[in-house]
């Protein structure tokens, strides 16, 4: 009997490992998200949702690949163009 209930047991937990590691994946990856939206804020000093050469300079960022980071060649970073850019800085 008991035998069965450690059996029973470790196909529980064996089966469900797959499922919490998966959400807590989900959960690192919105937290990521959310420190790099944070960032982009600090970034931003004026406050205009784009972030300039000047401002990447100005927090110490390294702006050798500024311009490659700005995809739609506007100048500036968007959230989305600086989030890429930072991973890849990473």
């Known amino acids: 009997m008991i035998n069965k209930l450690i059996a029973a047991g470790c196909l529980i ?3 469900s490992t797959p499922v919490f590691a998966e959400e807590a994946h989900k959960a690192m990856d919105a937290s990521a998200q959310k420190d790099m939206t944070l960032e982009f804020s600090d970034v931003d000093a004026n406050k ?3 972030i300039s050469k000047e ?16 995809i739609n060649s506007d ?3 968007n959230e989305d163009e600086f989030v890429a850019f930072s991973q890849e800085e990473d």
């Not at 390294?62 to 980071?69: C, G, L, R, S």
């Open 48 to 50: 205009d949702m784009k």
């Open 55 to 70: 401002e990447l300079s100005a927090k110490g960022r390294n702006v050798a690949k500024f311009k490659q980071a700005d």
């Open 13 to 15: 937990a064996l089966t």
């Open 75 to 77: 100048g500036s970073l």
